[in-house]
């Protein structure tokens, strides 16, 4: 049996805890594996007398980078800490030290892969962050490896279990976002500061790095569309079980025929038909359209200690094997094409559309004749006397429809005069064309 | 740019063609990955003049096994003739001829699977089956890299589409099971001669090679219990519809503490909350349960010319990328644990019943009494009259139980006098605890 290999971590919080745990409870399946024994040898913590939910050897924490940046001993180095520019500066200095990086952080990715791919290349380093994308979920590898030689067309991710759990919580109980949200952050599922998830942000990092995989070009965070779920209304999603809808925050990221490419974070309503309809409470769920596979989705927990621990030592594991075989440095995401986003008259989905009117008679002639002339036309429309005074609600889903001409149709609505106030409207997906 | 790799076909069917196809079209992407291009040199066939769907040259088919497996310019052997002595025959050549393999054939892996791995090894050879599960889904990689730190508790799949089509077109619309298998028929979704699929044999094979991954024991197709859907009636689906379950037919491997593994292969009861009871129509999925990582679902084509050529095509570029590493060889399953059966005693799960029993004052005391000496109590009960004369149709799930347990009420419940008959029973799935 070959000499063991020294981890070393940075952080040791949920994601830290679990790793540590994983590979003191598996150390004989990791053997059995890789050969050889695996131990955590440091861990860079803030506060060495905090007290922890897993019981660890405090002999090997430490408040000094360099126990673990410098310590010639230690090959492969977990960043769990998480947060920017410390995060960056280690993992820089890692490769520095020729040490493989196998990183959960999602926010650091989305803003420096790029650079950190570079970095780990120049080193013959590994850099690995399967966990950053729908933690224990084996996502970026069937990405990555199972798919390679389809051309990936669309990825729609329920990527943000926080969100989702709050939007069933709404969807199915009824109950109202401020008490859905309490619910979830009772659970530990939402931040005491929810702003990242509530308003898409963490979604919108996440399709940053599954568009870079997909498509093989610098996708950016500023390239992001994100809208979050902060302003949606119990109303709509009433009408939405109507219309066998389910609400869901979905990261899209599209591609063009023309390798143009859209990256967005919206609410979006799914016809109940659609694989990723089903997905509820805390899941997460990426499916991807290849041009050759079709469709495949792929479902799990998006966060947790240990499910995301999973994730990590995955990489762990491929980078020691690596190091075994002597082939570090070699698997990194070459960009490819030139980045160019989808313009808005070549965006197409279907359209929801909540309108309050003047109830008079002749209202819904003159908005059907203003989406006629814009060469929109209508799936589904319903109607029904509003509680307010005088106005009546009116709902349609429009057929498929480019977002630029959906946009000008909402601009020229609400001139005209019967039209009190738009409401809402919403991305629609996933009903049969 | 390297030199071209040279690929070997053998057979060029649905998948053959598909995997031409896929060279053929996406030449420069595998161009972008490997850094070298990607070429088909010879083609075995049966026969050269046959009509093919797939426009190939001609002068690259033969019908000389030699021609592709003694060209030293060929690397990289692909079998997708199917079939089982010729496709070992040619296979085990290949290795001594140092090319890497990959394969669809799931029939030669489910029996041959260790014989061809101890080849591959020995001659320092790839050999990869990526399509044998799960067609265009990148499951098998999922499986053995992305949960490689994990145990794996419990496998359920649907893994057979010709099933799950019949089944969903029963379970939706009501089909008769002889209408649902011609129109699978119709469609291309079933064969000619459909009983590898309907009896659950193709099924079973396809959990052979997944509990052997999963749970690193040498597991064999003798080990696999075995039951189809043939003799399924309405009247059992329709209940399941008030009892808010999906009929699926499922492939379990289970795994206990002690690592007893229970391998089989049922028409099941699932709970429509389970997450694989959305799965229909011709559409594969596979649930894994993992001690650390909790529930995660892999979802996608089962079957198709390029789904399945997109898998076959990953395990390709792995075997180049390993080629161009020097590093072929070095993955293979590892047999860890002595295989050991779970004895029906601790095999636990919920049952449907269903009984005709006679229309008589207390004949249901009688059965729940017999069911109450057995210690297994009702979770569910449905009566009815039947239209049969003077029997009364009765159907129960129960809470969980031992296998041997509901085997052994089985018996004593067709001693008694006032049951007319044992209609049918199923093993239930997914329902909360």
Do not use: W
Not at 115 to 142: H, K, Q, W
Not at 149 to 165: A, E, F, H, L, P
């Amino acid at each position: 049996m070959e000499k063991e290999v020294s981890i070393g971590l940075l952080g040791l919080g949920v994601v830290g805890s679990g790793v540590a745990q994983l590979i003191e409870n598996y150390q004989d399946d990791l053997k059995h594996q890789l050969g050889c024994g695996v131990r955590v040898k440091s861990v860079l913590v803030r506060n060495l007398e905090k007290a922890r939910s897993y019981d660890i050897d405090h002999s090997i924490l430490t408040t000094n980078c360099d126990d673990v940046l410098n310590d010639p001993d230690i090959n492969v180095v977990v960043e769990v800490m998480g947060g920017i520019e410390e995060a960056r500066k280690y993992i820089l200095q890692a490769f520095q030290a020729k040490k493989h990086v196998i990183t959960a952080n999602k926010d650091l990715i989305a803003l420096y892969g790029p650079e950190l791919e570079a970095a780990a290349n120049e080193n013959e380093c590994d850099l690995f962050y399967e966990a950053s994308v729908g933690g224990g979920i084996p996502l970026l590898r069937g990405l990555s490896d199972g798919l390679v030689s389809d051309r990936i067309q669309q990825v729609m991710g329920i990527v943000n279990g926080t969100t989702n759990y709050i939007l069933t919580k709404m969807d199915v109980d009824g109950t109202s976002y401020e008490d859905a949200l309490k619910e979830a952050q009772e659970l530990g599922f939402a931040e005491a500061d929810p702003t990242a998830d509530v308003e898409g942000l963490d979604a919108a990092r996440k399709m940053v790095i599954l568009a870079r995989l997909s498509f093989l070009t610098n996708v950016e965070l500023d390239d992001v569309e994100v809208e979050g779920i902060s302003n949606l209304s119990l109303t709509d999603l009433q009408y939405g079980k109507q219309l066998d809808y389910s609400m869901k925050l979905i990261g899209f990221a599209n591609r063009t025929n023309d390798h143009h490419i859209e990256v967005s974070v919206q609410p979006t309503f799914l016809s109940n038909k659609h694989p990723l309809a089903s997905v509820t409470d805390e899941y997460n769920a990426v499916y991807i359209n290849g041009e050759a596979v079709g469709e495949t989705m792929f479902y799990g927990p998006g966060a947790g200690s240990l499910p995301t621990a999973t994730a990590v030592m995955s990489d762990v594991v491929e980078a020691i094997k690596n190091m075994r075989l002597g082939v570090n440095g070699k698997k990194f995401v070459k960009p490819r094409f030139q980045k160019e986003l989808t313009p808005m008259d070549q965006r197409y989905s279907q359209f929801y559309l909540r309108l309050h009117v003047k109830d008079e008679v002749g209202a819904f002639a003159l908005i059907s004749e203003l989406f006629h002339q814009m060469g929109i036309s209508f799936e589904r429309i319903l109607q029904k006397p509003s509680n307010k005074d005088e106005l009546a609600e009116i709902v349609v889903v429009t057929h498929e429809t480019s977002l630029a001409k959906f946009k000008d149709s909402l601009a020229k609505l609400r001139e005209l005069y019967v039209v009190e106030n738009v409401e809402s409207f919403f991305r629609v997906e996933g009903d049969a064309k």
